[in-house]
């Protein structure tokens, strides 16, 4: 046991009193947090993790070849309060034996309704019509006024069918979506079913969708992938929702797109670089809905989230099963 008590963890952040709680009460774990909501500077990163045998980080925290030789021989679990993965380097991870935890399906519910929310925010234009109530637009009523697009009969388009992506179209079937169509790496028959959603390649997808909803994970495949080409497919009348990652989709495109009317409105929970510089062009934009990446920010799912993660960097820790392992 007094070995055990030598194991240093270092968590990159104050997380939510869950998890905070669960490795306050591991004896064997001697713990070091960066006290502060705000993110860790790198040298003082590098500095806490010297000699950890855990760490616990987010997603802003990029864990790359010089933070891991910054962290030595010692470090043997890395726990991410995050689903994705791509800000950790897997590859040197693997070389170097280490075990990595994450947080998957514990904040699909929240990230889907969020996606929802942001979709009817977007194409209702609510934000437009909120900031016309306070200037004094707010005169008679008028047929065309803030007029945005409907769901009822409407076609919505998929990028990634995962957890998150079923969940979304789980909870926009009921307002009457004739039909979904959904792209990726392979068709999902059996996940697909549930919504009778059609397997199509991402040109198709983007022509035929009346809205587009992006939910995939970023990878090599996917950098990118949302461009001036995938704009141009896309119907006038289009609504273009990311929820997933920033990178998945070429910013200066969707500039173009949206301040030409080349497509109706946008979306967006994440952006690069997050936070984005309040004086970029995106913002200036009416038809173009910008979030702080609050995808799961519930206090319910952000406490399971650091639970999870916890008890993950824990198991791994003592050599057992971790609740959640990313398989390397």
Known sequence: MKLARQMKVFVTRRIPPEGRAALAQAADCEVEQWDSDEPIPSKELERGVAGAHGLLCLLSDRVDKKLLDAAGAHLKVISTLSVGVDHLALDEIKKRGIRVGYTPDVLTDATAELAVSLLLTTCRRLPEAMEEVKNGGWTSWKPLWMCGYGLTQSTVGIVGLGRIGQAIARRLKPFGVQRFLYTGRHPKTQEAAEFQAEFVSAPQL?????????????????????????????????????????????????????????????????????????????????????????????YKTRNTMSLLAANNLLAGLRGEPMPSEFKL
């Open 206 to 298: 983007a022509a035929e969708s009346d809205f587009v909803v992006v939910s995939c994970s970023l990878t090599p495949a996917t950098k990118g992938l949302c461009n001036k080409d995938f704009f141009q497919k896309m119907k006038k009348t289009a609504v273009f929702v990311n929820i997933s990652r920033g990178d998945v989709v070429n910013q200066d495109d969707l500039y173009q797109a949206l301040a030409s009317g080349q497509i109706a409105a946008a979306g967006l929970d994440v952006t690069t670089p997050e936070p984005l510089p309040t004086n970029h062009p995106l913002l200036s934009l009416k038809n173009c809905v910008i979030l702080p990446h609050i995808g799961s920010a519930t």
